[in-house]
């Protein structure tokens, strides 16, 4: 494979994760409770599919602020599937392990690396990540990565959903990435910023 031009099929990955409006409860970690998940093909620039899965935490409850946050409840996530069985199906059903994929920073990136290496789960990603954040920051010369809704405004374009929720912030992602695509500041797999 010419490692040197992008894949045609991306997975865009936006995770949702328990959190607090101040510390952390005591003896409570930051988990993941979405993974939203779009998958895009480059060449054709469209979106092909749209995932949502929800995850059941382990070490820490939904907190008000979380539910206001991203709509997600505890009972909700009480019925989703447990960390590892996300991360085999990341892997078997999505590609993960080979297709390249992109998240809006590397807040997503990391809380994978650090809920896996806490719970002694495989990684279901490959090592072809591009922060689509940088990647817009440079597009467009700004001085300060901005956050994906500030990003859609910049880009003139609209945001589809409830902000915060994984998958549909998987989907504005993709519409970012496509919009830099047409553009043709999408970087190849050589050139990832970081």
């Known amino acids: 494979m010419d490692s040197t031009r992008p894949e045609s099929l991306i997975n865009v990955v936006d995770v949702e994760a328990t959190c607090w409006p101040g510390s952390r409860p005591p003896g409570e970690v930051s988990e993941i409770i979405e993974v939203g998940l ?6 054709a620039g469209r979106r092909l599919a749209r995932h949502r899965i929800v995850v059941r935490p382990a070490r820490s ?3 008000a602020f979380c539910t206001e946050l991203t709509g997600l409840t505890q009972d909700e996530v009480d019925q989703g599937l447990a960390f590892a069985e996300v991360c085999r199906l990341l892997a078997a059903e999505h590609g993960a392990g080979t ?6 920073g590397d807040y997503d990136r990391n809380q994978f690396t650090r809920q896996c290496r806490a719970t002694r789960t495989p990684y279901p990603f490959g090592r072809h990540h591009t922060n689509a954040k940088a990647v817009f920051t440079q597009a467009y010369g700004l001085r300060k990565r901005p956050g994906m809704a500030q990003a859609l405004e910049i880009a003139g374009r609209r945001l589809e959903g409830r902000h915060h929720r994984g998958e549909d912030d998987a989907w504005n992602i993709a519409g970012l990435v496509l919009h830099l695509s047409e ?3 999408w970087p190849g797999l050589a050139g990832n910023p970081d």
């Open 61 to 63: 409850r939904v907190s």
């Open 99 to 104: 297709r390249p994929w992109v998240s809006w």
């Open 183 to 185: 553009r043709g500041d």
């Open 38 to 43: 779009t998958v895009i093909d480059l060449d």
